[in-house]
């Protein structure tokens, strides 16, 4: 069974830092493009940022821009995002996803056929 698994989500203060992390099971994503999505309470699910199979191109949402860093260790078949300076609006659910033919990096959901359950990030005022 493929599965992705989240961690890494919690409640931080505004201009704090977190790191999500990604764990891949049941298949490997050495080969894969894989990113992060969020949802926040009542809007629609958005991109957040994407990386190449092998880290050379990595794509992020405007939003993210500056602030957040995705990263993989393709040995241990994980994925991370890490978000510094954070603000209430990025609170969210934030997913980790993979693909299972596609290996750059893509901003269309639509490339990725794996996604994780989510985790909860929560950014105080």
């Known amino acids: 069974q493929v599965q992705l698994v989240e961690s890494g989500g919690g409640l931080v203060q505004a201009g704090g830092s977190l790191r999500l992390t990604c764990a891949g099971s049941?298949?490997?994503?050495?080969?894969?493009?894989m990113g992060w999505f969020r949802r926040a309470p009542g809007k629609e699910r958005e991109f957040v940022a994407a990386i190449s199979w092998n880290g050379a191109d990595m794509k992020y949402a405007d939003s993210a821009k500056g602030r957040f860093t995705i990263s993989r260790d393709s040995a241990k078949n994980m994925v991370y995002l890490q978000m510094n300076s954070l603000k209430p609006e990025d609170t969210a659910v934030y997913y980790c996803?993979?693909?299972?033919?596609?290996?750059?990096?893509?901003?269309?959901?639509?490339?990725?056929?794996?996604w994780g359950q989510g985790t909860q990030v929560t950014v105080s005022s």
């Open positions: 049941g298949r490997t994503f050495s080969g894969s493009a």
């Open positions: 996803t993979a693909s299972g033919m596609l290996s750059g990096a893509y901003i269309s959901a639509t490339a990725y056929n794996y």
